[in-house]
């Protein structure tokens, strides 16, 4: 376990701020800043980690590594990019690295809610347009308090909770559709079915991951359980919400708006509807880019290394 490669650093690295230094205190580091399939082949050769960002990996390629691959590490709490029954078949453990953007993510959910709450890029909007009717006129965009709102909360793993807990300090009531039912000692926290969630609240945050059974959770039919005056809010996973159907709701004004970290596809075509909408946030999918996210997730990924050096593997999602 002395060879490790990075075959997307750009990704993490773009702008050339991260210490590296926890991954070549363990490993000598090899880093390319992008691959293409016939490149990665080429690059894996005679390596023992292979640590990828948001990268597919997929059967054709796994099958193709060396023997000497033990351990695939992916660079982030999200692993629908990496065929691991391929990689098991090998003998390959995958790993990924949660809660380092916990924080982060949580933060942006909550700067969405806010600004939904007020209209703040709406406003921003219409002063670009050099329409200052808010100014000069009674208020033209949605304006409410959080205190007593209810937040759904779909997703009860690290990132949920403390959507919650930021929630809570803000007022609101809480509903929590989760796929392990917890139980929440808050009075303001209540597990809800994912029906009755959609029906009551007046802002929706999705918070879990993307899995064969999460894609689509959010189609044509669930919004339409969603009140008119309520929001979606999406920091997960793009296609946990089928995009199509989410334009539509927008265009006939079945929900009030949404703000979008992630999208289906990333990037988004240009053409898309939804650059066009007033009532829609989109955002590159920054919200594990923080520099201080970033930098953690390094630290993390030596850890995830060590551990698996020393024979006491964490985080694999292979096993």
Not at 279 to 301: A, D, F, M, Y
Request: hydrophobic content about 45%; proline content about 5%; aromatic content about 6%.
């Amino acid at each position: 376990m002395k060879k490790t490669v990075i075959l997307n650093a750009a990704k993490l690295d773009f702008d050339h701020k991260l210490d590296f230094s926890p991954l070549t205190k363990l490993t000598s580091v090899a880093k390319y800043d992008v691959s293409s399939s016939d490149e990665i082949i080429a690059r894996v050769k005679d390596q023992n980690v292979i640590i990828t960002k948001e990268l597919p990996v997929g059967r054709n390629l796994i099958s193709q590594f060396p023997a000497s691959v033990k351990l695939i590490c992916e660079a982030g709490t999200g692993y629908n990019n990496i065929d691991i029954a391929a990689a098991g078949e090998k003998n390959i453990a995958v790993c990924n690295v949660p809660g380092y953007s916990t924080e982060a993510v949580a933060q942006l959910a909550i700067a969405f809610i806010l600004d939904l709450s007020s209209a703040l890029a709406r406003q921003q909007v219409m002063i670009k347009r050099q329409n200052f009717n808010n100014f000069t006129q009674f208020l033209q965009v949605p304006h409410g308090e959080l205190q007593n709102k209810t937040l759904g909360v779909i997703g009860a793993g690290a990132i949920g909770q403390q959507v919650m807990k930021i929630a809570l300090a803000l007022g609101m009531n809480i509903l929590v559709y989760s796929r392990t039912p917890k139980t929440w000692p808050q009075p303001d926290i209540h597990a809800a079915g994912l029906e009755e969630l959609l029906q009551k609240s007046d802002f929706v945050t999705i918070h879990c991951p993307l899995t064969a059974g999460t894609k689509h959770l959010i189609n044509k039919d669930r919004l339409k359980l969603m009140k008119s005056s309520a929001f979606i809010i999406n920091t997960s996973r793009g296609a946990i919400i089928k995009e199509t159907d989410l334009i539509e709701a927008l265009q006939n004004k079945q929900l009030a708006g949404a703000a979008l970290d992630v999208q289906d596809p990333e990037p988004p075509e240009p053409d898309n509807p939804l650059f066009a909408m007033d009532n829609v946030i989109l955002t590159p999918h920054i919200g594990w880019k923080c520099l201080e996210s970033r930098q953690r997730l390094i630290q993390l990924l030596a850890a995830n290394i060590e551990a698996f050096m020393q024979g006491k593997p964490v985080n694999i999602v292979n096993q």
